[in-house]
């Protein structure tokens, strides 16, 4: 067999396939889900990258009806009229720009996938009710998380971990951790907490802020900026403490020791599965999220429940009061629970015994 992936998807040297794949930080899981399925893929056979020149009918042709042939596509398709009829055999991961909040795929493109892969049983039950056969082969493909490297911390590790990032024992620790654009509902958490803090609270955010380069034209990212750097990073908070810069994943494991929880209330549209929670989960430390897209089966395993979120004419929200709400009702409940119990629920979703 010969993939045949888009130059644009291999953001990085082919030779990192090789070998122990290391887990990303949090601001880049899309990629590390991308090269994990790239590496999975060179056991098979070749990853032959289409450049732009490639990309006309009759090259893309010569390519792809050969036997043998593959064409894997991710996060970007051919700028080919056509090309879904032209590949014979064909794979689709689906990230979530492939995906509306219900799970429903693009059904376009369905009737020429060989094979689609999704990250989570939640994700196949969905397209299986909305679009019944039509969408032929389905599997589970879930992104590697370090089930051994993301373990609960034994209790001189979780002491430790919380004098390291300066929470007192009788602290409520909120942790937060990954990209920091509009949709992921970073500073609605901050405007929650300004206008209702809880008692003896402590707020960690940690993640670079990027602007994304595809939407920093946008209105509402602009204003994100601008909000963040106003009201955030000039604005001094006692219980918050920032940590803007790449972190290795030994730090994240820390972060999520002195943790008492993760708080993930994203609307972003490409949702697709949210690792960074699951990671933080790993640990034995409880999530609270919205109930949207690759984070609707992470909520409905917690006691809590998600936090729903309503559609409006510039995308999907939810109510301040009702986040506010959800963290006082985690606050007094979440030590009714051991850092056991937590990961006991990610590992029977992340099992591969679970995978359709």
Known sequence: MRFFVLKEELDFDLSKLQGFLPQLSSGVSVDSYRRWLLRCLRRFGPIVPLSKEDLTEKRLSSYLKKEGAILVTISLFPDVVGWEKIARRQLILSLGNLLVPEGLFHSRLLPSAQAL?????????????????????????????????????????????????????????????????VTKGVYQLIRCLDKWPLKNMKVSLTAELIPDEKKAGLSRQQEFILFMDKEVFRKRRTWL????????????????????????????????????????????????????CGLRPLADMMPWQGLDSYPTPVGLRFSLGALRDKLVEVKNSYRSYSAGYFRQLFLKEYSPDTAV
């Open 241 to 292: 403490k920032i940590n803007q810069a790449r972190r290795d994943k030994k730090f994240l494991r820390e972060l999520f020791w002195s943790a008492d929880i993760f708080v993930n209330p994203s609307v972003h549209p490409d949702e697709n599965y949210g690792i960074t929670p699951r990671e933080a989960l790993a640990c034995g430390v409880p999530c609270l999220t919205t109930n949207f």
């Open 117 to 181: 892969l999704v990250s989570t049983n939640f994700q196949v039950r969905c397209l299986q009710r909305y679009l019944g056969k039509s969408i032929g082969y389905l599997a589970v493909f879930p992104p590697f998380i370090d089930t051994e490297f993301y373990r609960p911390s034994s209790h001189k590790e979780k002491n430790l971990a919380r004098k390291r990032f300066g929470v007192a024992q009788d602290e409520f620790h909120i942790v937060f951790a990954g990209r920091w654009i």
